[in-house]
Protein backbone atom coordinates (compact mmCIF):
# COMPACT_ATOMS: atom_id res chain seq x y z
CA UNK A 1 0.00 0.00 0.00
CA UNK A 2 3.22 2.18 0.62
CA UNK A 3 4.01 1.66 -2.49
CA UNK A 4 0.68 2.81 -4.37
CA UNK A 5 0.53 5.57 -1.86
CA UNK A 6 4.02 6.62 -3.33
CA UNK A 7 3.29 6.26 -6.96
CA UNK A 8 -0.23 8.29 -6.25
CA UNK A 9 1.66 10.98 -5.01
CA UNK A 10 4.30 10.72 -7.71
CA UNK A 11 1.73 11.08 -10.59
CA UNK A 12 -0.17 14.20 -8.33
CA UNK A 13 3.12 16.36 -8.45
CA UNK A 14 3.73 15.25 -11.85
CA UNK A 15 -0.05 16.26 -12.88
CA UNK A 16 0.69 19.42 -10.92
CA UNK A 17 3.37 20.49 -12.93
CA UNK A 18 2.36 22.14 -16.24
CA UNK A 19 3.90 21.17 -19.42
CA UNK A 20 6.71 22.74 -21.00
CA UNK A 21 5.64 26.20 -22.36
CA UNK A 22 6.54 27.08 -26.23
CA UNK A 23 5.59 30.08 -27.48
CA UNK A 24 5.96 31.57 -31.12
CA UNK A 25 6.84 34.98 -31.79
CA UNK A 26 6.41 37.36 -35.07
CA UNK A 27 8.14 40.35 -35.27
CA UNK A 28 6.39 42.92 -37.73
CA UNK A 29 8.02 44.85 -39.90
CA UNK A 30 7.24 47.02 -43.16
CA UNK A 31 8.56 50.42 -44.79
CA UNK A 32 7.43 53.43 -46.58
CA UNK A 33 9.38 55.17 -49.17
CA UNK A 34 9.73 58.67 -49.09
CA UNK A 35 7.56 60.48 -51.70
CA UNK A 36 8.20 64.52 -52.32
CA UNK A 37 6.92 66.21 -55.48
CA UNK A 38 5.41 68.76 -57.35
CA UNK A 39 2.85 67.68 -59.55
CA UNK A 40 0.38 69.27 -62.82
CA UNK A 41 -2.34 67.30 -64.32
CA UNK A 42 -0.97 68.15 -67.74
CA UNK A 43 2.42 66.47 -67.18
CA UNK A 44 5.90 67.87 -65.55
CA UNK A 45 6.93 70.35 -68.60
CA UNK A 46 3.92 73.51 -69.15
CA UNK A 47 4.09 75.54 -72.25
CA UNK A 48 3.70 79.01 -71.15
CA UNK A 49 3.58 81.46 -74.21
CA UNK A 50 2.75 85.51 -73.50
CA UNK A 51 2.55 85.85 -77.34
CA UNK A 52 3.67 88.90 -79.08
CA UNK A 53 4.65 91.36 -76.78
CA UNK A 54 6.05 94.28 -79.57
CA UNK A 55 2.42 96.19 -79.00
CA UNK A 56 2.83 95.99 -75.06
CA UNK A 57 4.02 99.10 -73.10
CA UNK A 58 6.32 98.81 -70.47
CA UNK A 59 4.10 99.91 -68.12
CA UNK A 60 1.61 97.10 -68.87
CA UNK A 61 2.05 92.77 -68.53
CA UNK A 62 0.83 90.04 -69.80
CA UNK A 63 -0.35 87.22 -67.85
CA UNK A 64 -0.25 83.83 -68.43
CA UNK A 65 -1.94 81.05 -66.39
CA UNK A 66 0.95 77.94 -65.70
CA UNK A 67 -1.95 75.88 -64.30
CA UNK A 68 -2.05 74.14 -60.62
CA UNK A 69 1.37 73.42 -58.74
CA UNK A 70 0.47 70.35 -56.18
CA UNK A 71 2.71 69.99 -53.72
CA UNK A 72 2.54 65.97 -51.79
CA UNK A 73 4.77 64.83 -49.63
CA UNK A 74 4.75 61.61 -46.92
CA UNK A 75 8.00 62.63 -45.06
CA UNK A 76 7.27 63.53 -41.59
CA UNK A 77 10.29 66.09 -41.50
CA UNK A 78 8.86 67.98 -44.39
CA UNK A 79 9.80 69.07 -47.66
CA UNK A 80 12.28 72.11 -49.39
CA UNK A 81 10.80 74.02 -52.27
CA UNK A 82 12.86 75.97 -54.37
CA UNK A 83 12.09 77.96 -57.53
CA UNK A 84 14.83 78.95 -60.04
CA UNK A 85 14.81 80.59 -62.93
CA UNK A 86 17.55 79.50 -65.75
CA UNK A 87 17.66 83.31 -66.73
CA UNK A 88 17.17 84.77 -63.72
CA UNK A 89 13.81 86.33 -63.87
CA UNK A 90 14.49 87.38 -67.88
CA UNK A 91 13.20 85.93 -71.35
CA UNK A 92 16.23 85.95 -73.25
CA UNK A 93 16.71 86.57 -76.35
CA UNK A 94 17.39 82.81 -78.08
CA UNK A 95 17.41 81.79 -73.71
CA UNK A 96 21.46 83.16 -73.82
CA UNK A 97 21.97 84.30 -70.71
CA UNK A 98 22.97 87.97 -71.03
CA UNK A 99 22.93 91.54 -69.14
CA UNK A 100 22.00 92.93 -72.10
CA UNK A 101 18.97 95.53 -71.66
CA UNK A 102 17.99 94.96 -75.39
CA UNK A 103 18.52 91.13 -75.11
CA UNK A 104 15.70 90.17 -72.23
CA UNK A 105 12.25 90.66 -71.02
CA UNK A 106 11.58 91.22 -67.18
CA UNK A 107 8.91 88.58 -66.15
CA UNK A 108 7.34 87.40 -62.85
CA UNK A 109 6.08 84.44 -60.95
CA UNK A 110 2.93 84.15 -58.84
CA UNK A 111 1.88 81.29 -56.35
CA UNK A 112 -1.48 81.04 -54.86
CA UNK A 113 -2.07 78.19 -52.50
CA UNK A 114 -2.48 77.47 -48.87
CA UNK A 115 -0.19 75.81 -46.10
CA UNK A 116 2.19 78.98 -46.57
CA UNK A 117 2.59 77.96 -50.37
CA UNK A 118 1.63 81.70 -51.58
CA UNK A 119 3.60 84.50 -53.09
CA UNK A 120 3.10 87.86 -54.57
CA UNK A 121 4.41 88.50 -57.42
CA UNK A 122 8.45 88.63 -57.95
CA UNK A 123 10.75 88.33 -60.12
CA UNK A 124 13.32 85.06 -59.30
CA UNK A 125 16.39 87.40 -60.08
CA UNK A 126 17.39 84.99 -57.22
CA UNK A 127 15.74 81.26 -56.46
CA UNK A 128 12.93 81.56 -54.16
CA UNK A 129 13.05 78.97 -51.45
CA UNK A 130 11.40 77.76 -48.46
CA UNK A 131 11.13 74.75 -45.92
CA UNK A 132 7.43 73.10 -45.05
CA UNK A 133 6.71 70.93 -41.81
CA UNK A 134 5.22 67.43 -42.75
CA UNK A 135 1.45 67.47 -42.23
CA UNK A 136 -1.87 65.74 -43.48
CA UNK A 137 -2.43 68.54 -45.84
CA UNK A 138 0.79 68.04 -47.87
CA UNK A 139 -0.05 63.81 -47.31
CA UNK A 140 -2.83 64.48 -49.26
CA UNK A 141 -1.98 67.07 -51.65
CA UNK A 142 -1.84 70.61 -51.10
CA UNK A 143 -2.50 72.97 -54.38
CA UNK A 144 -1.46 76.36 -55.85
CA UNK A 145 -2.08 78.04 -58.99
CA UNK A 146 1.08 79.38 -60.81
CA UNK A 147 0.70 82.93 -63.01
CA UNK A 148 3.88 84.29 -65.04
CA UNK A 149 3.68 88.03 -65.89
CA UNK A 150 5.85 89.36 -69.16
CA UNK A 151 6.60 93.46 -69.17
CA UNK A 152 5.55 95.11 -72.13
CA UNK A 153 8.21 96.08 -74.63
CA UNK A 154 6.79 99.01 -76.32
CA UNK A 155 8.36 102.39 -75.80
CA UNK A 156 7.86 105.72 -76.76
CA UNK A 157 9.54 105.23 -80.24
CA UNK A 158 9.30 101.33 -80.65
CA UNK A 159 9.93 98.17 -78.96
CA UNK A 160 12.94 98.31 -76.52
CA UNK A 161 13.91 94.88 -77.22
CA UNK A 162 15.79 93.00 -80.36
CA UNK A 163 13.43 91.03 -82.71
CA UNK A 164 13.27 87.37 -81.97
CA UNK A 165 12.07 84.01 -79.69
CA UNK A 166 12.58 84.98 -76.04
CA UNK A 167 12.74 82.21 -73.83
CA UNK A 168 13.32 81.42 -70.03
CA UNK A 169 13.13 78.02 -67.87
CA UNK A 170 11.54 78.12 -64.52
CA UNK A 171 11.73 75.05 -61.74
CA UNK A 172 10.04 74.12 -59.09
CA UNK A 173 12.15 71.43 -57.19
CA UNK A 174 11.04 69.87 -54.22
CA UNK A 175 13.36 67.53 -52.21
CA UNK A 176 12.51 65.87 -48.38
CA UNK A 177 14.13 67.14 -45.47
Known amino acids: MKKIALIAAGLAAV ?49 VAGGDATYRC ?23 TTTDAARRIRFDMVHTGNSGLAFAARQLSTPVSGNFGGSPAFLAGETGTVTFQAFGVLGATGTTVFAGNYRDTVTITVTAI
Open 15 to 63: AAVPASAQSLTYNLAAQVAPSCGVYNASGSTIAVDFGDLAGVATTATVN
Open 74 to 96: NNANGFTRTITSQNNGFLTLDGQ
